[in-house]
């Protein structure tokens, strides 16, 4: 419950701290602690002694109200329980420390609005949150039970107590509604080597509590290589974080240019200095207003994140003219960009621009992500061969070409992963026009019909369960068939045969289908087309779960920053993982 959702709590309970509640407020705001407003005529009546009289007598008077809609009544208090379950969501959703029960002004606060209600202990509060976390851990559970496949994602965490965390969170489509869910398996304290095979042990111990360890389809995690041999350890098919993938392609590719080098050193010196001395963001504010631009603050890149160097270059490009001023006027000693610096970081921001939005679109968690890299990455090859030739820059211009090849390499490598060309394929908004390499989604189609085929023929019943079929000729008094071997390879040859054609037959007539308008949610298309490719159906909802990313892992982490801070390092592990999945899931 957040501090607005709280204060609405506290408002209905404080509107009379006796039991008895005059129907009459429906109709009146207090607007001082003696002065009361009429809702319906905008009257404002005195409020002495505290009395509803005068607001009774003005009600039935001008606004023809009954008695009995107008007396007062018996207000029903507050259940002892009610307040402690919303101070128990409040801790939850606002990432409270459990020691919020014990801080003086929120206990001040209660015993101002209920007077009668005795705050629970820290311990008695923890007990709370173990309850809630039991409650949503089973709800979840019989959740994944019911689903046809997850995928996984991995990431780890230093908090700032130094104390390691894997994170493990869980994407899968629910069977009813169609809808994509995630929820936190667990934050585990991690003391242990970062090993590929403790990693290991711990995601395995996760999937098996979960009961999800034979439903797992993909793992997605950073290009760490004990990462990496955890997923081949587990047998899981891995893929490397399109996030990370990018940050890694474009970081690369700036960095061999050395004029963006030299640029961006400057740049980050000016906005270091803006930053830090209080002298000149005051001056900036000043000269920004005096100019009419925008009074936006300079950005600072982080160094892990390569988008945020370009959002650096996007803002001192918005502000050149307001720095230069600034600049001129404060007489320090810092480089300022050159006109020539300015016209380059324009041209780059262009070269650029395709593969911030593409991160910014692929980071998403609530809609279907992972069919949706592919595609992605062929918009930005285009865009970057148009925005290529049009930059007169040489640094622009090696910046495209260096981007050219990296992204080219990542696409081939995408298009070789049969998990992402599988969702790419069964994502009826791109199916076959969303591969750059027509060779890529030909291939890709066999793979889906092989699939199609498999998942038939999964479906259909065993024959030995269907009892023995008639057999020509008599049998050797033994009871023994020296074909029975014969037979049965015939039979699951001509299962295999039906099974081939029907799944060719399934996946030439959705791939005939036009392409689902491009805004629209894959997802409910297969609700909806669930008995017309009954097979597909299945497999789509094993292949659009995967996340094209890590980044619900590192959200998690943003929350547990949050919780494990200095006012809160008393918060043992078990406690934190409880908060964190109860944040996420409830």
């Known amino acids: 419950m957040s501090w607005v959702c709280w204060m609405e709590f506290c408002c209905c309970v404080i509107m009379d701290r006796s039991r008895k509640f005059s129907p009459v407020w429906n109709h009146f705001d207090l607007l001082t602690p003696n002065k009361v407003k009429c809702r319906l005529c905008s009257t404002e009546l005195s409020y002495i002694n505290k009395s509803t009289s005068s607001m009774l007598r003005h009600y039935r008077a001008r606004h023809g109200g009954d008695e009995e809609s107008a007396d007062t009544r018996e207000n029903t208090p507050v259940p002892k329980q009610a307040v402690d379950e919303a101070v128990v969501n409040m801790i939850i959703k606002d990432c409270q420390p459990l020691s919020l029960v014990e801080n003086e002004g929120f206990r001040e606060l209660l015993k101002l609005i209920i007077p009668s209600y005795v705050l629970p202990s820290r311990k008695t509060i923890k007990a709370l ?45 629910d069977k009813e509604s169609h809808e994509l869910h995630t929820s936190v398996l667990g934050v585990q304290h991690f003391p242990q080597k970062h090993t590929a095979e403790n990693m290991a042990t711990v995601k395995k111990s996760l999937m098996e509590e979960w009961g999800i360890a034979a439903k797992v389809r993909c793992l997605v995690t950073d290009a760490a290589a004990n990462m990496i041999s955890c997923a081949r350890m587990l047998q899981i098919r891995h893929t490397i974080c399109i996030a990370h993938t990018m940050n890694l392609i474009v970081r690369k590719s700036c960095d061999q240019v050395e004029t963006l080098t030299e640029i961006r050193n400057k740049t980050r010196q000016i906005v270091t200095y803006f930053r830090s001395s209080t002298t000149a963001k005051e001056k900036l504010t000043q000269i920004q207003q005096q100019l009419g631009t925008p009074v936006h603050k300079l950005i600072n890149e982080v160094p892990t994140r390569w988008n945020s160097t370009y959002h650096m270059f996007e803002r001192m490009a918005e502000q050149k003219e307001a720095v230069w001023v600034s600049l001129a006027t404060l007489k320090r000693d810092i480089t300022p960009l050159t006109t020539e610096d300015c016209d380059t970081i324009e041209e780059m921001l262009r070269v650029l621009a395709p593969f911030d939005q593409a991160t910014t679109e692929l980071s998403e968690e609530k809609r279907v992500s992972g069919s949706k890299v592919i595609p992605m990455l062929k918009m930005v090859h ?10 007169t820059k040489t640094a622009a211009k090696q910046l495209a070409e260096n981007l050219r090849k990296r992204q080219t390499e990542c696409i081939s490598s995408m298009e070789s992963l049969s998990v992402m060309t599988l969702a790419t394929l069964l994502d009826p908004r791109f199916k076959t026009i969303g591969f750059v390499s027509s060779l890529k989604a030909t291939e890709a189609v066999k793979r889906l019909k092989l699939e199609c085929a498999d998942q038939m023929r999964s479906q259909e019943p065993d024959p030995a369960e269907e009892g023995p079929s008639s057999s020509h000729g008599s049998q050797p008094s033994s009871g023994h068939n020296l074909w029975e071997t014969f037979d049965m390879e015939v039979e699951e040859n001509k299962r295999t045969s039906n099974a081939t054609a029907d799944s060719i037959l399934e996946v030439q007539r959705y791939l005939a289908e036009s392409n689902l308008p491009r805004k629209q949610d894959p997802l409910q ?16 909802l094993k292949c ?28 043992g592990a078990k406690t934190l993982q409880k908060l964190l999945l109860l944040n996420k899931n409830a």
């Open 129 to 173: 949150v173990s309850q809630r976390y039991e409650e949503e851990k089973e709800k979840t559970k019989k959740d994944l039970q019911s689903a046809v496949a997850v995928s996984l994602t991995a990431d780890m965490w230093t908090s700032m107590n130094m104390e390691a965390y894997l994170a493990v969170t869980c994407h899968y489509v």
């Open 382 to 391: 285009v865009e970057l061969h148009r925005q290529a030739s049009t930059v």
């Open 525 to 540: 298309y297969w609700k909806s087309n669930e008995r017309a490719y009954p097979h597909l159906h299945e497999l789509a």
């Open 544 to 571: 659009l779960c995967l996340p094209c990313s890590s980044v619900p892992c590192e959200r998690v982490f943003s929350k547990a920053g949050e919780l494990v801070s200095k006012r809160r390092n008393r918060l």
